[in-house]
C-alpha cells in the first residue's frame, strides 16, 4: 500500500513539475523581454531571445560562470556579415563610385572606431554580461569590448532573420555615414584613400609593414613601410603601428596624389 502511494505521489509530482514547464514555455513569450528597447533600436525583434543574449555574454563572465556560451563565435558571424551589409548598401547608395572608394567607405564606416561609437547609441554596455575582472578594470565600456559586442548582435540578428534583416538593422543605424556625408579623408582615414587612390590609378593594394620598434617599452616608436606593387614605397613612424601606418599612408599619398586633389572625384570616402 505504501509502495502504492509512493508511486503515486512520484508520478503527481512528476506531473506537476511538467506542467509547470509547459506553462513557463507558454508564457516565456508572453514576457516583455529586458532587452526591448535594443530591439526596437535595430529595428528586429528577435524570436530566438537566447541568441541576444548570448551576443551580450563576454567571454570573462562565461569563465567565471563555468558556463558553455558567450559572444566570440557570433562576433566572428556578425563581422562578415556587417561587411556584406555595409557592401550591398554601399553598392546602391553610390552608383558614381568605383571599387576603391566604395572598398574606403566601408572600411571607414565599419571601422573599429565607428562600430564602438554606435554600440554606445544602442547603450550595449550597459546589457553587456561581463566576469567581475573585467568589470572592475572597466571592461564593460572599452571601446574593444563594444566593438565586439556588436558585431555579436549583428551575428544574433543574421541567424534569427538572415541577411535581409542585418540589411535593415546597417541602414537604420548607419544610414547618415553612407548617405554621401563630406569628411576630410587625408585626415580621417588616410590608409583608406591610399587604398581608393591605389585602386583607381594602378589597380594594386597597399601592403605595410613594421621595419623596426625603438625606444624603451613604455615610450616606443613604431617605423612602418607601405609598399605599392615593387618599386612604390613610403615610410612612416607613430607610438602605435596603426599611427605609423596611418603616417606612411599619407606620405605615400603626398607622392601619389596632387594636392589639390586629396579627394577622389566620388566626393567622400
Known amino acids: 500500500m505504501t509502495t502504492h502511494k509512493s508511486r503515486g505521489a512520484t508520478r503527481l509530482a512528476t506531473a506537476v513539475a511538467d506542467a509547470r514547464g509547459l506553462l513557463r514555455g507558454v508564457l516565456r513569450p508572453l514576457r516583455p523581454s529586458p532587452y526591448r528597447c535594443i530591439e526596437q533600436a ?10 541576444l543574449e548570448t551576443a551580450l555574454t563576454h567571454r570573462s563572465y562565461r569563465f567565471e560562470r563555468h558556463g558553455d556560451r558567450d559572444n566570440q563565435r557570433l562576433e566572428f558571424l556578425g563581422d562578415a556579415a556587417l561587411g556584406l551589409a555595409a557592401a550591398a548598401c554601399l553598392y546602391e547608395a553610390h552608383a558614381d563610385r568605383d571599387e576603391g572608394q566604395l572598398t574606403a567607405t566601408r572600411s571607414r564606416v ?30 564593460r565600456h572599452r571601446d574593444s569590448n563594444l566593438e565586439d559586442v556588436f558585431e555579436a548582435v549583428v551575428g544574433a540578428v543574421y541567424l534569427d532573420g538572415g541577411m535581409k534583416a542585418v540589411i535593415r ?17 587625408l585626415t580621417d582615414n588616410p590608409k583608406g584613400l591610399l587604398q581608393a ?45 596603426q599611427e605609423a601606418e596611418r603616417s606612411a599612408a599619407r606620405a605615400m599619398l603626398a607622392h601619389l596624389v596632387p594636392s589639390d586633389d586629396c579627394v577622389p572625384s566620388g566626393g567622400s570616402v
Open 169 to 185: 538593422m546597417f541602414r537604420r543605424l548607419f544610414d547618415e555615414a553612407f548617405q554621401g556625408e563630406v569628411v576630410d579623408a
Open 110 to 139: 565599419t571601422s573599429g572606431k565607428s562600430l564602438a561609437v554606435a554600440a554606445r547609441k544602442l547603450m550595449l554596455g550597459e546589457f553587456l554580461l561581463v566576469g567581475k575582472g573585467e568589470e572592475a578594470s572597466g571592461g
Open 42 to 51: 535595430i529595428g528586429h525583434r528577435f524570436k530566438n531571445r537566447d541568441l
Open 197 to 241: 587612390e591605389c585602386q583607381r590609378r594602378l589597380k594594386l593594394n597597399p601592403y605595410y609593414r613594421v621595419l623596426d620598434r625603438t625606444g624603451p617599452a613604455h615610450d616606443s616608436v613604431f617605423h612602418v613601410e607601405v609598399l605599392v606593387g615593387e618599386e612604390l614605397r613610403q615610410t612612416g613612424s607613430g607610438r602605435t603601428k
